[in-house]
């Protein structure tokens, strides 16, 4: 048989969705942004909504996410896309409305809108990467950086006592009555990433029965100075037991 | 015949708003301005239009909600006073970057800091001179009668979407809190979603089969293209003199012009009439619009007259736009009142005499 015969329309078992552009990706090798991208955009094509979904990007490693999701998006201020997003909502109720943000952007400068957004219920879908560290401005401690995790702004590691605790943003997020789906996922095994791509399918579908948040617990192989590799192995022995991989909220619909 | 209602500034332009065919304002509460919010809440525009409106956590999210509704090609607005003002400038700027229209509305109230509740001017730099960071200008409007509140909100929402920039109407807290005669103009509809994507290609509407997707965005990392950005910004400000916007009284034989702007204006206007009744020929000129401001006609007047008297309720902001525009062709004198402080017109009669006339 030759090649040719087998690369063949009716043999495809996987195909790169349409829902990205040809652009190269800008993210780091081996950074989980890239894959929580793809994800998102596949779950778009799946549900055949890209002519009803609109995007903000954050301020952050992914600020460039319009270059690459092949849908109509915004950039918005750091921290301030759950307002972006509420806004259109609001005013385009028949729209699917999505935020893609870092721990940063969410968890630092925007705590506000991410609390006031979820408390007040907003019929969106918040995609947070929590990679425990400012990636874009060169690896300061975030809002999450684990206690001893080294970051440039905490160079000897985190220091509870002078510089306060990492937040569980989305266990409190969880806590509010306008979040109906709160869960946290990683991206770094295929495992992993099947069940992260039926959860932000879950959030997308049912933004407009309450706000929708999807954690994805990342790596940031350059700001945590590892390779790749070690830095996947570091976050599941370090960060998994902080931040447990799994559903925080689910509706009481939702079969398991 | 219309019919008149007697309202208060603020509520003139909340309901000006809601017959412009606004869909939607997003504020937060502060004095002296609450009542925007309050007279929008109490008319349900959810029933009477489909407007939304609702209250935001800060004026930093109020702001990013007028951001985000913006790129879908809707009317929507914001209000604040001063310290509000400066949390939203981050957002403006963003706004004006995006080429955003919104309408803002400022009821000054003076400063700096927490400063009072009663009116003032002080925010006039900040209004013109761009406000946030980066090289941008608002279009800026400066009511003088609760009319104009009412009418600035029809024309803010025109001019944001003829310039695609945000429009801040810069009012103080005495046309935003009297009461005063006001006509109506008619309920407008509102605009369709079909409309916007017809009228509005640029919006983020969701990517459709027979378009690219539509970014929005104010970042541009490479220098080159970024300077071309800023270019093209920079050609639309200097369009925006179209639109220019002055009222001229009684300057054809006058030797002393004042240069007012808002309330300060009304109180100037009696100031001529007392001076001209002590035989001082005076005249007054209205820069309606603060920007674009009207240098041409200040520089005309200039080499007409014995001298210029400018009057802000501040320490002296607009007296550097007109020093700039008289170019020393005239004495140009100022007073001025701060801190909530009220300026009379006998007193701005007094500093004619003094600062120009003399003697
Ligand atoms: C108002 C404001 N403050 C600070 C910055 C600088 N800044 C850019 S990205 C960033 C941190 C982003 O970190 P995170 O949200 O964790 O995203 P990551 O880059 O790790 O994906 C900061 C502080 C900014 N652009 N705007
Ligand atoms: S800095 Fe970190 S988060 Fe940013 S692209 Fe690189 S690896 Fe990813």
Redesign the interface.
């Given at each position: 048989m030759d090649i040719k015969d087998i690369i063949q329309e009716k043999n495809i078992v996987y195909k790169r969705t349409d829902h990205l552009t040809d652009k190269a990706l800008s993210f780091c090798p081996g950074c989980g942004h890239g894959t929580v991208h793809r994800l998102l955009m596949e779950v778009v094509e799946e549900m055949n909504i890209?002519?009803?979904?609109?995007g903000?990007?954050p301020v952050g490693c992914s600020?460039?996410a319009?270059e690459f999701m092949?849908?109509?998006?915004?950039?918005?201020?750091h921290g301030?896309a759950p307002?972006?997003?509420?806004?259109?909502k609001?005013?385009?109720p028949d729209?699917y409305v999505f935020t893609y943000q870092g721990d940063g952007d969410l968890a630092a400068i925007g705590t506000?809108?991410t609390i006031?957004a979820s408390n007040r219920g907003e019929k969106i879908t918040i995609i947070f990467i929590n990679n425990g560290i400012y990636g874009m401005t060169g690896g300061q401690m975030a809002p999450t950086t684990l206690i001893g995790m080294k970051a440039s702004t905490c160079p000897y590691g985190r220091d509870a006592e002078r510089m306060g605790n990492p937040l569980k943003i989305t266990e409190l997020v969880a806590q509010l009555p306008g979040t109906y789906f709160v869960t946290r996922q990683a991206v770094h095994t295929p495992n992993h990433v099947r069940k992260a791509k039926k959860a932000i399918r879950f959030a997308m579908e049912n933004q407009n029965n309450g706000l929708c948040f999807v954690e994805i617990v990342s790596n940031c192989p350059s700001g945590w100075k590892m390779t790749p590799n070690q830095s996947n192995t570091w976050m599941a022995e370090n960060m998994f037991p902080f931040y447990p991989l799994g559903d925080i909220k689910v509706p009481e619909k939702k079969v398991v | 015949m219309k019919e008149y209602k007697l309202m208060k500034g603020n509520e003139a332009i909340a309901e000006a708003a809601i017959r412009a065919g606004a869909d939607g304002y997003f504020g937060y509460p502060i004095t002296p301005q609450s009542e925007v919010l309050e007279y929008l809440m109490a008319q349900k525009p959810h029933e009477r239009t489909g407007m939304v409106v609702l209250q935001a956590e800060s004026e930093i999210a109020a702001i990013n909600m007028v951001y985000g509704a913006a790129c879908t090609g809707k009317k929507v607005m914001t209000s604040s006073s001063s310290p509000g003002i400066s949390l939203k400038q981050e957002g403006i700027s963003y706004m004006a970057g995006s080429e955003l229209p919104c309408v803002i509305l400022n009821v000054i109230r003076g400063g700096p800091g927490l400063g009072t509740i009663q009116p003032s001017q002080g925010d006039y730099f900040q209004a013109v001179k761009g406000g946030g960071h980066g090289d941008y200008k608002l279009f800026v409007l400066a009511p003088s009668s609760v009319q104009e509140m009412a009418d600035f909100a029809k024309l803010g929402f025109e001019l944001a979407f003829k310039y695609r920039n945000p429009v801040l109407i810069l009012a103080d807290g005495i046309i935003g809190q009297m009461m005063e005669k006001v006509q109506f103009f008619d309920q407008q509809p509102r605009i369709t979603d079909e409309e916007i994507i017809k009228k509005y290609p640029w919006t983020t509407t969701g990517k459709t089969p027979n378009r690219e997707r539509n970014i929005i965005t104010s970042l541009y990392l490479e220098a080159i293209v970024e300077e071309q950005h800023n270019r093209k910004l920079q050609e639309k400000f200097k369009r925006m003199e179209e639109d220019l916007m002055f009222e001229k009284i009684e300057c054809d034989d006058a030797d002393y012009i004042l240069i007012a702007y808002g309330s300060v204006a009304r109180i100037c206007q009696k100031s001529m009439e007392l001076a001209r009744a002590n035989g001082i020929k005076a005249g007054l000129l209205r820069p309606i619009t603060l920007y674009p401001f009207p240098s041409k006609q200040i520089s005309g007047l200039a080499g007409k007259v014995k001298g210029i008297l400018t009057v802000e309720m501040n320490a002296g902001q607009m007296v550097e736009d007109v020093k700039l525009a008289v170019m020393g062709k005239t004495p140009v004198a100022f007073h001025g009142r701060m801190g909530g402080m009220i300026p009379s017109p006998e007193e701005i009669v007094s500093a004619l005499k003094n600062k120009l006339i003399g003697g």
């Open positions: 890209q002519s009803k979904t609109i903000i990007a600020v460039l319009y092949n849908v109509d998006m915004i950039q918005a201020a301030r307002a972006l997003a509420t806004g259109i609001r005013l385009n729209k506000a809108e006031h | -």
